[in-house]
C-alpha cells in the first residue's frame, strides 16, 4: 500500500486522457493504475519516473535499496552484496530466510522466480484445486513419457509464489517414518538419524495435539487436526480397524501406523505456508532482502568459489554476490537445472552441452524419486460428499457459512481428511509400505470437476519406491523445463507393493460399515480383478502424489553419487549448499513437505554453527575478482 500512496504523491497527475508519450497506465493487481506526466517534463525525466514507479509497484518487499541494473552495478561500482543468497523462498527457502536474518548480523538475500503469493486462493485450503493448473502460480511440469506407465507424460506440479509449493499443496502434515531418517544416518550421514531429526520437528511446529515428548507447541508451522466430523470419514476408519488398521490420533512420533483423520498445516483455516509461517514476520527486518520475480540463471564461481547469482527480472540481467555462501533452494526439479547449468553435473551432461565444468559430479540431478498414487472411486449410497456440495449452490453456501463461522469444513481443511499408513505386504514390510489419502470427494483428474454423483476417493501411494529417475537438462536456455524421468513402476517390488495397495483398499471397501456406503466401484470397475489387470489399471491412470526428491542426494565422500555431504555443502566446491527436498538420499515414508522444513531448519542450525566456529572462510567481493571471474568466464565461452 505505502508504494502505491509513493506512486501517487509522485509528481505526476493521472491521465485525463490516454495520448502517448505522456501518460502510461499498467495493470497492478486488480487495480489500473493511468500516469500522465506534467508537459515541463523531459523525455529523459519521463523515462526515469517510468521506471522508478515499476519498481516500486513490482519490487516485492519493503527494502529501501533496490537492485540497480548490471551496467548500473559496474558504473557506480557497488555490486549488491549479502552474507547469504537464497535461490528459491520454497518451504526451504523461506526457512532459512527467517533464521539466518534473525540475529541481525548477516545480510541476507532472498531471490524467488515467481511473484508474491497474493492470488486469494493460495491461503483458502480448498484454493488447491485452482493453484493445481494455474500458469502464474504453478511451473507446471511434465515428464517425459514413462516407459511403465504406457507411455504417459506425467503432469507435475510446482509452486512458482513465495512459500513455493507449500502455497499450493495438500496440506497434509506428516514427518515419515523413525526408519526413514535412521536410513539417512546409516547411508553415511552423521546427524541425520530420527532421534538427531527431532528436535527439529519439534521446534518447526506448533500442534494442536499439545506438547509430549514427540510434539512441539511454539513453532511457525501449525499442525492442526481435521475435526472429526465427517460419517464417511468415520465409516472408513471403523472399516480399517475391522481389517486389523489401529486407530491413531497422531501419525507422527516416528511409528505412523495406523487410520484417523490427518493434521493439516493451516491456522484458523487458512493455509500455513512457509511463507506465511517464517517470511511474513521476517519480511520488514531491513538486513532480509526479499526480491521476487527473480529468475536465477547461473550460480556465479570463482574458481571453485561460488562468489553469487546471476538472475533476470522484468528482461534485465542482474547480480547478487554473496560474501559467505550461496544457498540452493529451487527444489528437487530446479536445483539440479540449475547447477548443471553452472557447470556442476555430470560430465556427460556438461559436455552434451559444452558446458565448461566448474565441477565434475555424477550423482546431480540423478536419483530422482517420486510416489506415485493409483486413486480408486466409488459411487456413494447418500449425497453427504464434497461432489453434493459443491454441485448446488446452497452446499456452496454452508461450504462457505461452515468456514465462516466455525473455521470447519472441506474450504478449511482441504480435500483429503482421513488418513491411512498400513502393511499391504506384512510378509515382506515390517512397518507401512503404503499410505492411503481418503477424501470424500471424486473427480476423473486430481483437481478436476467434480462428478455428478456422490463419490469417494481412496488414494493409495507405495511409500518407498525402488524406482530411480533423473533430472536432466534439456538445453542451456534456463528458463526451458529440463527433462524429467521419474520411470515409476520400474522395479518388480514396486509394480507388486502397488498391486497389492489397490487390493487393500478393495478390502476395505468391503468391509462394514464403509461397505454399506459403497453403492459401485466407478474405477478401476467390477471387470478389473486379476493382478494383471490391476497393474494395467495402474499403468493407464496413476499419477504422482507430487514428492519428487533426492536429485542432489546427501551422502558419504565413497558414494560417487553423493552430491552434498551431511552438512549440505555441495562436495567439490566451495560456498554452496543445497538445502530443500533434494537432498533427502531416499524418499521419507510420506508427503514431504515437513521432512524438507525440517531439513532447512537443521541447516540453519548448521550453518549458524559453523559461523560461530569461525570454520567458514569469508569471501571478499572485490570488483577485480569478479572482473577476473568474468574474464574466465568469458574466455571459457
Ligand atoms: C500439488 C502439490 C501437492 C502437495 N501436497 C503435499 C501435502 O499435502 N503435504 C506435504 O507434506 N507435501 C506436499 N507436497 C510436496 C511438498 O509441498 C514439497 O515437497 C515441498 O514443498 C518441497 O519444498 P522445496 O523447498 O524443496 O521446493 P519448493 O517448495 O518447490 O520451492 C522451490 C522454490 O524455488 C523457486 N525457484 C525455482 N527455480 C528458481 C530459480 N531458478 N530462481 C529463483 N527461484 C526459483 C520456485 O519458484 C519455488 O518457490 C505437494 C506438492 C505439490 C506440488
Excluded at 9 to 34: A, E, G, M, W
Excluded at 186 to 198: F, I, M, Q, S, V
Excluded at 280 to 297: D, M, Q
Excluded at 571 to 595: H, K, Y
Aim: aromatic content about 8%.
Amino acid at each position: 500500500m505505502t508504494r502505491y500512496v509513493f506512486a501517487w504523491c509522485f509528481p505526476l497527475v493521472p491521465s485525463r486522457n490516454n495520448r502517448l508519450p505522456r501518460s502510461f497506465s499498467i495493470q497492478k493487481s486488480i487495480f489500473r493504475l493511468r500516469f500522465q506526466f506534467p508537459a515541463r517534463f523531459s523525455l529523459r525525466r519521463r523515462f526515469r519516473c517510468c521506471i522508478k514507479i515499476l519498481r516500486h509497484l513490482d519490487t516485492s518487499c519493503n527494502q529501501p535499496t533496490l537492485p540497480l541494473s548490471v551496467g548500473d552495478q559496474w558504473r557506480h561500482g557497488s555490486m549488491q552484496t549479502f552474507d547469504y543468497v537464497i535461490v528459491g523462498a520454497g518451504s526451504a527457502g523461506c526457512v532459512l530466510a527467517n533464521r539466518l536474518s534473525q540475529n541481525g548480523k548477516f545480510k541476507v538475500c532472498l531471490l524467488e522466480a515467481g511473484p508474491r503469493d497474493r492470488y486469494p486462493w493460495i491461503h483458502i485450503p480448498i484454493g488447491y484445486a485452482k493453484t493445481m493448473t494455474h500458469p502464474e502460480y504453478n511451473w507446471r511440469f511434465y515428464t517425459e513419457p514413462e516407459p511403465e506407465l504406457a507411455g504417459r507424460k506425467i503432469y507435475q506440479p510446482r509452486g512458482r509464489t513465495l512459500g513455493g509449493s507449500s502455497s499450493i499443496n495438500g496440506l497434509i502434515y506428516i514427518r515419515g517414518q523413525r526408519r526413514d531418517y535412521d536410513e539417512w544416518r546409516d547411508l553415511g550421514n552423521p546427524g541425520w538419524g530420527w532421534d538427531e531429526c527431532l528436535p527439529y520437528f519439534r521446534k518447526l511446529e506448533t500442534n494442536d495435539l499439545g506438547a509430549s515428548a514427540t510434539r512441539g507447541d511454539s513453532g511457525p508451522m501449525h499442525a492442526t487436526s481435521v475435526p472429526p466430523e465427517h460419517e464417511l470419514v468415520d465409516a472408513f476408519i471403523a472399516a480399517s480397524e475391522r481389517v486389523g488398521v489401529p486407530r491413531v490420533n497422531d501419525f507422527n512420533d516416528g511409528r505412523q501406523e495406523g487410520v484417523g483423520y490427518f493434521q493439516v498445516s493451516t491456522k484458523n483455516g487458512f493455509r500455513c505456508s512457509t511463507a506465511v509461517a517464517y517470511l511474513k514476520p521476517a519480511k520488514h527486518r531491513t538486513n532480509l532482502h526479499i526480491e521476487t520475480l527473480a529468475y536465477a540463471t547461473k550460480i556465479l564461481f570463482h574458481g571453485k568459489r561460488a562468489t553469487g547469482v546471476r538472475y533476470t527480472r522484468q528482461g534485465q540481467s542482474f547480480e547478487v554476490h554473496a560474501k559467505r555462501e550461496v544457498l540452493l533452494c529451487a527444489g528437487a526439479i530446479q536445483s539440479p537445472q540449475l547447477l548443471q547449468i553452472s557447470g556442476v553435473g555430470p560430465a556427460k551432461v556438461l559436455s552434451e552441452f559444452g558446458i565448461t565444468p566448474v565441477h565434475v559430479s555424477e550423482g546431480v540431478g540423478e536419483n530422482l524419486q517420486d510416489h506415485l498414487q493409483v486413486r480408486l472411486m466409488y459411487e456413494v449410497t447418500k449425497p453427504i460428499t464434497t461432489n453434493d456440495a459443491v454441485r448446488s449452490l446452497t452446499g456452496k453456501a454452508a461450504m462457505g457459512l461452515q468456514w465462516l463461522l466455525r473455521r470447519s469444513g472441506p474450504l478449511a481443511v482441504g480435500i483429503n481428511h482421513g488418513g491411512m499408513f498400513c502393511r499391504a505386504l506384512p510378509e515382506e514390510n515390517a512397518t507401512p509400505d503404503i499410505q492411503f489419502h481418503f477424501a470424500a470427494l471424486s473427480a476423473d483428474s486430481t483437481a478436476g470437476a467434480v462428478h455428478d454423483f456422490p463419490g469417494c476417493t481412496y488414494s493409495i501411494c507405495q511409500l518407498r519406491p525402488e524406482s530411480r529417475g533423473f533430472v536432466r537438462l534439456r538445453s542451456l536456455e534456463p528458463s526451458e523445463a529440463p527433462r524429467i524421468q521419474a520411470n515409476y513402476l520400474s522395479t518388480e517390488t514396486d509394480r507388486r507393493t502397488t498391486v497389492a495397495g489397490v487390493k487393500f483398499a478393495r478390502r476395505v471397501a468391503a468391509t462394514e460399515p464403509m461397505a454399506g456406503y459403497m453403492k459401485r466401484e466407478y474405477r478401476p470397475g467390477p471387470d478389473i480383478r486379476t493382478d494383471e489387470e490391476i497393474l494395467q489399471f495402474c499403468r493407464e491412470y496413476a499419477t504422482t502424489i507430487f514428492h519428487p526428491s533426492g536429485t542432489t542426494k546427501m551422502g558419504p565422500a565413497h558414494d560417487p553419487g553423493a552430491v552434498v555431504d551431511a552438512q549440505l555443502r555441495v562436495r567439490g566446491v566451495e560456498g554452496l549448499r543445497v538445502v530443500d527436498c533434494s537432498i533427502m538420499p531416499t524418499l521419507i515414508s510420506g508427503n514431504t513437505n515437513i521432512p524438507t522444513v525440517m531439513i532447512a531448519e537443521k541447516a540453519a542450525d548448521m550453518i549458524l554453527n559453523s559461523e560461530r566456529q569461525g570454520a567458514e572462510p569469508t569471501y571478499v567481493v572485490n570488483t577485480s575478482q569478479v572482473r577476473a571471474s568474468r574474464q574466465q568466464e568469458v574466455t571459457n565461452s
